[in-house]
């Protein structure tokens, strides 16, 4: 009953609502409940039963009539398809306020994202460390590609330095970007991109907070 | 030509894209731009220039023929729109890896977000302050509500006490959400909630780093 391959590519509405489910698995897994239906997530988390059977098929995880889903392992196999048992190194692109602040969430490690080191231009930043991870000069990162395998580029420099940092990882063989600012960068087919414009957030929570008064 | 009233709801995608043509507009305005058009927009936010056209109206923002827009108003009819221009004071629920980073990063000041006091159980970590931010115990969270006259509560607490915190925020008077934790709180139908889970964002960009493969 195990995912085969991790080569499916699940829609993104999907991939999206797993980790919930897995947020909320995990907090019955610590508090040992052992089965846990459809219909008792769909209670906690908001989402329609049918919409949850659906989306745990995509992996292959299917339920027992009357008894539902083993905790345990729905943890296990949602967490392994999700890539979060997986090892990611990545680098750390501006270690400014935000840069360093991501450095510093440990959380990130729990869900297999190591940053292993961080760049900049700042020659008050370069050369020091942030919670073990070490700064260095942009100018060092094709070199440090190599020497760290890193395979994501975190970008959280200013707006104005986006498209040419992201040019620069590419150029230097990163392939996939996790993109903290609000500027859209733009690469080839082949490049992964993830915007999390966690600002873009603050202006539709604004909108709304002000349409309630 | 002015932006009338704040109570303006726009589509929530519309939204999303407001902070992306600020970011751009923002970078000529520094680099002493006069006019841009929406082609010229569109070209390096990729979005369709007709969309940036469509969204900016329903600001009542309208180009010149031929000229396009005026960036510096622009800059600032869509920065006072999307409320950044104003102070919202915020409360930090969970003062862990992720709570102090957020707390640490001056960025969200300059998009509006205060953050005047942040809250734990931890007493390694009540009492004390983050770059000048007073941590307080939990169960004073009434009484700092109303001192503080803080509207909206940043969630970033274990999985396990995101609806215990949110019911609590609720009860204080706060009627606001940020939430950054995975789990999905439920909230009364006029309280505002915004979910940033970038824990979920990092198993969408897995899942593509294993599908480019």
């Known amino acids: 009953m195990s995912v085969e391959g991790k080569k499916i590519l699940l829609p993104e509405p999907t991939l999206r609502r797993l980790p919930w489910y897995l947020a909320y698995i995990n907090m019955l897994r610590t508090q040992k409940v052992e089965y846990v239906s459809s219909t008792q997530i769909s209670r906690t988390i908001n989402v329609d039963a049918s919409q949850i059977a659906k989306d745990l098929s995509f992996l292959n995880i299917k339920g027992k009539t009357r008894i539902g ?6 943890s296990t196999e949602l967490s392994n398809f999700l890539g979060f048992h997986e090892d990611h190194s990545a680098f750390m692109i501006g270690v400014g306020s935000l840069g360093s602040a991501l450095i510093q969430d440990s959380g990130l490690i729990q869900y297999g994202l190591h940053i ?5 231009v700042d020659e008050n930043i370069v050369g020091k460390n942030i919670c073990g991870v070490p700064i260095y000069h942009i100018s060092t990162l ?3 590609v190599e020497k760290y395998q890193a395979g994501i580029g975190i970008l959280a420099v200013p707006v104005e330095h986006a498209q040419q940092s992201t040019d620069l990882l590419i150029e230097c063989g990163i392939k996939a970007i996790w993109n903290f600012t609000p500027f859209r960068i733009k690469v080839a087919d ?7 414009s966690i600002y873009a957030h603050l202006a539709v929570m604004y909108n709304r907070i002000n349409g309630n008064k």
Chains 1, 2 share one sequence.
């Not at 889903?69 to 729905?74: A, I």
């Not at 292993?116 to 900049?120: K, L, M, N, R, Y």
């Not at 082949?190 to 999390?196: E, K, L, S």
């Open 116 to 120: 292993v080191a961080g760049f900049d």
């Open 69 to 74: 889903y083993q905790v345990e392992h729905l």
């Open 142 to 144: 094709k070199e440090m």
């Open 190 to 196: 082949n490049i992964v991109v993830q915007n999390t």
